[in-house]
């Protein structure tokens, strides 16, 4: 069994992750195969997107939910999303979270003519409810249980969250100032959903000349109103002209592939593998 098949197959224990990042300080350039061609990113100038992993999204009692839409495509984001994390952090690699809410009064809703003017009444954005966890909350809110970032996906300290009105998490924020000021080049983005906020997103970091990385089983479209999910057209649209398509599995075998050469004499039977007690490098558990 190779060490590339290894990464591919399991999840990431710890010692694995810290004894990667040791080694993958002597080589920063991480090349993954993706669509329409593999591409080669330089870990010191990218940044890690998490896009509206939040509960109106991604959770039972959400706005999604409560609409009727199925949550199981975006809900199957949520493991390859979290080895993504882990190897992101493990390297140092930003992770900047972007969820979208509106203020309480409505007044950043838009037009009723408007497209997202129209969405935000059909949604019912700004209904109060009551969380699944009891505490009374408002559809699409801001500060409000529904526009948390899911448990499973929660950020570190210190990790950005951005604040986004619109769609695209460029539109009217500070994210482009913030990748600027940190000298990146390149994003790895997930979140949801595939044909609005993720495609809008990298439509607007082409633009400004950023190259996006998009694992397709990190970003989902779910099946609302019977019309058919356009996940794949939007793949196919990025891949044509706005950025790189991948698979969480194939950026775990890139940084594998740098591990094994950062180290030659290490084989599958001597990497460490986890045992009881061991904590998993998710979200909250690793150093």
Not at 106 to 112: I, R, Y
Not at 227 to 243: D, N
């Amino acid at each position: 069994m190779s060490v590339v098949d290894f990464f591919a197959e399991v999840t990431l224990p710890r010692a694995v992750v810290i004894h990667l990042g040791v080694t993958m300080a002597r080589s920063r350039l991480v090349h993954v195969e993706a669509k329409p061609e593999p591409i080669s990113i330089d870990i010191g100038e990218t940044v890690l997107l998490v896009i509206d992993m939040q509960n109106d999204f991604g959770a039972k009692g959400g706005m999604f939910d409560l609409a009727g839409i199925d949550l199981s495509e975006i809900r199957s984001t949520i493991e390859p999303t979290v080895q993504i994390l882990a190897i992101a952090r493990s390297q140092g690699i930003p992770v900047i979270y972007v969820k979208e809410a509106l203020s309480s009064g409505l007044s950043d809703a838009g037009p009723m003519h408007s497209p997202f003017g129209r969405m935000s009444k059909r949604l019912k954005m700004g209904l109060e409810i009551t969380a699944p966890t009891g505490e009374p909350s408002r559809v699409h809110i801001d500060g409000c249980w529904n526009t948390n970032i899911i448990p499973e996906l929660a950020p570190r300290n210190g990790e950005l969250v951005i604040t986004k009105r619109r769609w695209s998490a460029f539109h009217n924020t500070e994210l482009d100032e913030r990748l600027r000021a940190l000298g990146i080049r390149y994003l790895i983005v997930t979140g949801c959903t595939t044909s609005v906020c993720i495609e809008s997103t990298i439509r607007d970091a082409a633009m400004r000349d950023y190259a996006c990385l998009l694992p397709s089983d990190c970003t989902a479209q779910p099946v609302a109103r019977g019309v058919p999910s356009t996940h794949e057209a939007s793949l196919q649209s990025i891949t044509r002209s706005f950025g790189w398509v991948t698979t969480s599995r194939d950026v775990l075998r890139a940084f594998a592939a740098q591990y094994v050469a950062a180290d030659p004499l290490l084989t599958a039977d001597t990497i460490p593998t986890s045992t009881p007690g061991d904590t998993m490098c998710a979200p909250g558990s690793a150093p």
